[in-house]
């Protein structure tokens, strides 16, 4: 069964993200905002306090009595209590305004003046609204709130305080009563201008505006590389796949990716690698299948003369002899079919092993071993010379698959050993140069009868005519397909140092 799973944009995810992200932060930055102004508030409240504290402390060791002349015389000779403040008003416990400093002439350092001077009413009631909004600090002190009824919504040890906005300033009030040895004498009201609270509210606010408006851009140009530079090349890298798999080379193109250096360019690179190795397996499949069914085609012709001509015919020494032919085309397709066989599932397996470190030294040295005790070789008498040259006493050291290269040697080996006349030599010779291992597998057979010794290493072609049927031709197409999967190449060459024989030369890549 197979599960398909909805498809989601990644540029959708990010922005979906990206808008949840904001909201959250949103709302965090509301409330944040929210409590600037009355923490900033609060603060200069709990400084009113002290201010009033102080202020009953005084008059309780100088012994004041609460009334006008001693207010006006106390607040002459403290005024550094009061720096900074806009007002100071002191209350009888009437409600009934007894000293304010901005009736006094008093230095402008201290004190700045207003200009009127408001006396607040005492004949207005509170609503009742308007008692419950009194110890909010968002409360606004209106004019017809009078200080009397304020006074009477004092509680113990819990001053009132409120802002006022008027015209362009902004004003910060605390009202607290005078208590001296446990009684309370008056009360007392400290306005002090605060603009620059709401200057530095406002100076948050427009932070947080322009930085959210960077983090917006920032995050428009990276959507902008995002969808140019990452997503749009991955649709090209999907529609390239897609393409493949549908067998339509103009649904997706990827050249335009393979020369970026970054992780895209990689990952184009192999993916076109991949694409190439994958479209030249299955071009090979083809081809062997053709080549197959062309090999196998020969046989089954001659089966089916041998086996009419053998329904037809009662001498029997016309009999056995095609009975013969039948058994030696059963025999051919047989081989064909089995070595061919084996050839796909090297070619499959060579692509799931791993390469390591070989010795090309040690690898020759066990062909030879392994071959000298073979029956070919003894019957002949064939001798191995292993010439090392070139190398100055250095191992060889290659990267590739130690079984399969194995059997490269152990194909050529027995090619040089089938077409070596009894007692002569083999020669092996290892080189190398900066890059490059070379191995030289030399005899004295007959050599090549091809002008193009390139021939020997197509699928099905056999150089022994005299042999046919006995062999597949499978055997040095193999050769060539493994060497040239470890980075390296084959050739066949005629001797040209003796009067008859063949070489095979194989390069492969050093260690790097």
Known sequence: ???????SSILRKFLLFNFFAFTILGLITFFYLKGVQPNLVKQRTEKHSVIINNTSNHIERLKLAFEKESLKNFLLSTRFLFQNLERVQFYNLKGNLVADTNVLDLDQNVFAKTETVVEDKIEKNLSEEKKENLFNTDTVLDESISIKNLIKNIKSNDPLFFERKEGDNFYVKTLDDVNVGGEVLGYIMVTEQANEILIAVEERKNFIVRTVLA???????????????????????????ESIKAKDESMGKIEKFLYRSDELGVLSRSLNDMTNDLQQRTQRAENSSADLAHEIRNPLASL???????????????????????????QRIERLITDYSKMLKDEASLSREKMKVLHMDSLIKDVVDEFNNTSSVTEKNIKFIVNRKKLNGHKVEIFGIENRLQQVLANLLDNAVSFSPKNSNIVIDIENDKEVVFVKIKDIGPGFSEINTEKIFKRFYSNRPEKFGEHSGLGLNIVKSIVEMHGGNVRAFNRSDVKSGAEIELQLPKRG
């Open 1 to 7: 069964m197979k599960l398909v799973k909805n498809s």
């Open 215 to 241: 983090i917006a851009v920032v995050i428009f140009i990276f959507l902008i590389f995002l969808n140019r530079y990452i997503l749009k090349p991955i649709e090209g890298l999907v529609a390239y796949a």
């Open 304 to 330: 089916k003369g041998a086996s009419e001509l053998l329904d037809g015919t009662t001498d029997k020494v016309e009999r056995v002899k095609l009975i013969k032919i039948l058994i030696h085309d059963v």
